[in-house]
């Protein structure tokens, strides 16, 4: 997001903070908020007249209520309704932000239960899972398969093996795939959790797994770098070839044997 649609995105995530400390009922914010969400996929034209910021802001906030009124917690009311009033790029960046603020809705439940770190980590490594095995990942994201089989589905993977928190954001992430793939979705749901508490995620890809010990050394040295606390996903690769190779804010650093090879083969041949 970019331009007015971020800084409304930083007030929205602003209110849900206030809002989600004094709840009673997270889960249910969170639910009702990926209900508003499928309610804006799928009527492209309610999504436009939210964004209008030609239209006066109580008649957005009246069109909020008389919509969600009756069939939504006050607390989704509310929210719905400051995201409503406030100023969006486009159409498509105000239902992302709906979109953001569940997923972080179920974050901070999980937060508060000291399950974060377990979240995050379920998330990623679910992700991985879906990615080398596509009938897994065909079943969940089939668009046309029933909610309640693929609730079942992810229920029998997970649900006594994970955080509640995680089951429910892959089930919120089948049942509403907004056009991406189901891996890239919880990924993005896993930074969004890191977000949370201001740290980066790094990716680390390595050839054998890493000790404790070494799990900290890289920890702190990243830490130190970037100037944020940073949370490690660990990844098996058989193709680097001793080192590893690091993927963190956007930037790629690569320690691997292979790559040195790689470099000193160029060098001859250039």
């Known amino acids: 997001m970019r331009g007015a649609s971020r800084a409304s995105l930083t007030a929205a995530k602003d209110r849900l903070a206030t809002m989600a400390a004094g709840s009673a009922r997270p889960s249910q914010l969170g639910a009702e908020l990926f209900s508003v969400v499928g309610l804006l996929d799928s009527e492209p034209p309610l999504r436009r007249a939210l964004a209008d910021s030609a239209s006066a802001r109580d008649a957005r906030a009246g069109l909020v209520v008389g919509l969600l009124g009756s069939r939504v917690s006050a607390d989704t009311v509310e929210l ?23 997923v972080l809705t179920v974050v901070t439940e999980a937060d508060e239960a000291g399950r974060l770190d377990d979240l995050e980590d379920e998330l990623f490594r679910f992700a991985r899972v879906l990615g080398t095995q596509p009938e897994l990942r065909a079943a969940l994201g ?29 089930t919120q992430a089948a049942l509403q795939p907004r056009g ?84 000193a083969r ?3 041949t250039a």
Do not use: C
């Open 80 to 102: 719905v309704s400051s995201v409503a009033t406030s100023p969006w790029s486009t159409p498509a960046d105000l239902a992302d932000a709906v979109e953001q603020l569940a």
């Open 180 to 263: 991406r793939s189901l891996d890239w979705q919880l990924e993005e749901y896993a930074r969004l959790a890191a977000e949370h508490r201001e740290r980066l995620v790094a990716e680390v890809r390595v050839a054998t797994g890493l000790s404790d010990a070494q799990r900290g050394r890289l920890v702190t040295a990243l830490s130190r770098a970037y100037g944020h606390d940073v949370h490690l996903n660990l990844v098996l690769d058989t193709q680097v070839i001793g080192g590893m190779i690091v993927r963190i804010g956007g930037e790629q650093i690569d320690a691997s044997v292979a790559s040195r090879l790689a470099e």
């Open 142 to 170: 089939n668009p046309f398969a029933p909610a309640d089989v693929k609730r079942r589905l992810v229920d029998s993977l997970l649900a006594d093996k994970t955080t509640p928190q995680t089951v429910e954001l892959v």
């Open 266 to 268: 160029r060098g001859l």
